[in-house]
């Protein structure tokens, strides 16, 4: 048993002695790791000042309520029953909260956009000759939509859904703060223009379809049945032709933000900083064990 304690007692100064001997290791190389932490934090620094600026411009919007348009039809067939059926036109909501969303979050959306603003220079500015006014003769094999989209929606389009109030906010990074506020703002109008004109395009198609119906039925019950479905449609599409907001109400446009949001420079300095203390730390260590 007393060995036994002498061990326990001497441990502490086992601790205490390899303390010391690590001490005794960063001392004799301090010059080294001063040297090393703050050449790697000069770097770190040399590296974030370098990096392009981004900014973030967002965009918070809110649903358009649906009992002023396609609503209104679900209401009816409670009152019809199965005669409006009859007629073959579908009843229920024009554009729902999936589709309105998935619209705006479309690849598709990003495509006609980019097609729309010949957004292919500035996306691939960096492969894009200015002064000619085409694809730089370096270039073999010119950018294609499809890669301008893909880009566009993994590293420049982002979208989030705020569950507890229903709000969207539609985020847009790019290195220039006027062009980053201007592209998400003009994302939210282009979904709430192809929402509507999908909705006119459907209730148009929905007309021509009651109209036919009325001709070729002489009942009065179903006739009167088509009249009301028929009021419905018109009044979807001056509805939709009369909003500006169709499906989107912008709650908080986009403004031309002021403060970049990356590179976080004292963040990069930091780790360099830190990196650099580390590693050349434990190199001063491993020279020490090897004495």
Do not use: C
């Amino acid at each position: 048993m007393i060995p036994h304690a002498e061990s326990q007692h001497n441990l502490p100064q086992s601790n205490e002695i390899s303390l010391a001997q690590i001490w005794f290791a960063l001392k004799q190389r301090g010059v080294l790791i001063l040297a090393v932490t703050f050449a790697s934090a000069a770097m770190a620094a040399a590296f974030a000042f370098t990096m392009e600026p981004i900014y973030r411009a967002e965009v918070v919007v809110a649903l358009v309520d649906e009992g002023g348009k396609g609503g209104g039809l679900g209401a009816l067939a409670g009152q019809l029953g199965g005669l409006a059926s009859l007629t073959g036109v579908g009843i229920g909501a024009s554009s729902t909260r999936t589709d309105n969303l998935g619209t705006l979050g479309s690849k598709q959306l990003i495509e006609q956009y980019i097609t729309e603003q010949k957004l292919l220079p500035v996306l691939f500015e960096e492969q894009w000759d200015a002064g000619r006014g085409d694809w730089g003769s370096e270039v073999v094999k010119k950018p294609t939509l499809w890669q301008a989209t893909q880009l566009f929606t993994a590293g420049v389009r982002k979208i989030a859904e705020d569950k507890k109030t229903g709000l969207i906010t539609l985020t847009i990074e790019w290195r220039d703060a006027a062009v980053a506020a201007q592209w998400a703002n003009d994302l939210v109008r282009l979904a709430n223009q192809t929402l509507r004109q999908r909705a006119i395009a459907k209730s148009e198609a929905n007309l021509t379809y009651l109209n036919g119906q009325l001709e070729k039925t002489s009942v009065v019950e179903l006739r009167q049945a088509i009249y009301r479905l028929i009021e419905i449609e018109v009044k979807n599409i001056m509805i939709a032709e009369g909003s500006k907001d169709y499906a989107f109400k912008m709650i908080d446009p986009a403004v031309v933000p002021e403060v970049k949001t990356k590179p976080k420079r004292f963040l990069i300095i930091g780790v360099g900083f830190a990196l650099g203390f580390i590693i050349s730390s434990l190199y001063a260590l491993a020279k020490q064990s090897k004495l």
